[in-house]
């Protein structure tokens, strides 16, 4: 196995990994500048589609990161590509906050809050701006046979203070429960995301290492993708959690800093 050092690209969830709430992780920006110092490719690579990367890339400015906004992908990135590789100039009724139907309307997808149109897609999305009746239109949207898609399948998302707030995750739980249906779920840990990546920078799975805070998400898509994992226990996943995961990680640290260390190390 590839030691630390070794890794070329790190793709780097951000919720609970990087910050928490509008708080960052100690250690996250001298291991971003570590990064950068080494030539080291990176990416912000998160689930959370309820900001787009600029917005990302403007959170992440006033916490002391600057990035260039190429070095964000959320799902929602990945979705968009799914969606218009599926079907030219799809009709997509979009479960999700104004920042997401911004971006998929700059990426020259058709939104439309009419279920009577002729609807392609149904996206739903982590929407923080959720209400009563997009759960009604998605409901009816599903029982009409529509395709349904999510952009992730996470059921909270940390905030600072081990609190959390419901995710997209725990839409889909809801919707399963009044339609029975279930949706094809774009983020991680779906491999699409690393088929995406790989199409973006033409780097090789071995040369990659997965490094996350969630066990169903971050640390499956490495298993399910080849690539290293690294969990951090910054986030959602506490070491009691571990006795119930089956599968092989490959480093457990306690946060952020700490891969820094074992980064820079002699």
């Known amino acids: 196995?590839?030691?630390?050092?070794?890794?070329?690209?790190?793709?780097?969830?951000?919720?609970?990994?990087?910050?928490?709430?509008?708080k960052l992780i100690k250690g996250a920006d001298k291991f971003i500048e570590t990064l950068i110092n080494s030539k080291r490719e990176f990416f912000f690579f998160t689930n959370n589609s309820s900001k787009n990367p600029e917005k990302y890339r403007n959170k992440l400015a006033k916490m002391g990161i600057k990035i260039q906004e190429n070095r964000i992908i959320t799902s929602g990135d990945v979705t968009i590509d799914y969606l218009k590789?599926?079907?030219?100039?799809?009709?997509?009724?979009?479960?999700?906050?104004?920042?997401?139907e911004e971006q998929f309307i700059r990426n020259?997808?058709?939104?439309t809050t009419?279920?009577?149109?002729?609807?392609?897609?149904?996206?739903?999305?982590?929407?923080?701006?959720?209400?009563?009746?997009?759960?009604?239109?998605?409901?009816?949207?599903?029982?009409?046979?529509i395709r349904y898609v999510a952009t992730?399948?996470?059921?909270?998302?940390?905030?600072?203070?081990?609190?959390?707030?419901?995710?997209?995750?725990?839409i889909i739980s809801l919707l399963k429960t009044s339609t029975g249906r279930e949706p094809y779920v774009i983020g991680k840990p779906n491999s699409i995301m690393l088929d995406y990546i790989e199409k973006r920078t033409g780097l090789k799975r071995n040369d990659i290492a997965m490094v996350g805070d969630r066990l169903y998400t971050d640390i499956q898509t490495a298993i399910n993708a080849g690539i290293i994992s690294i969990l951090v226990l910054s986030g959602e996943t506490r070491k009691e959690d571990l006795n119930e995961f089956e599968g092989k990680i490959d480093f457990i640290i306690n946060s952020i800093e700490e891969l820094l260390y074992l980064l820079t190390k002699n």
């Not at 590789?85 to 997401?100: A, C, F, H, I, M």
């Not at 020259?108 to 939104?111: A, K, V, Y």
């Not at 701006?129 to 009816?140: G, P, R």
């Open 1 to 22: 196995m590839k030691t630390i050092r070794d890794i070329r690209c790190f793709l780097l969830d951000m919720d609970g990994t990087i910050y928490l709430g509008n």
């Open 152 to 170: 992730n399948p996470d059921y909270v998302c940390p905030l600072a203070g081990g609190k959390t707030m419901p995710d997209c995750g725990s």
């Open 114 to 145: 009419n279920i009577s149109e002729k609807i392609d897609y149904l996206v739903v999305s982590f929407d923080t701006t959720l209400n009563y009746q997009k759960l009604w239109d998605a409901h009816d949207l599903i029982l009409k046979g």
């Open 108 to 111: 020259g997808i058709t939104l």
């Open 85 to 100: 590789q599926e079907r030219d100039n799809p009709l997509v009724y979009l479960v999700g906050t104004p920042s997401l």
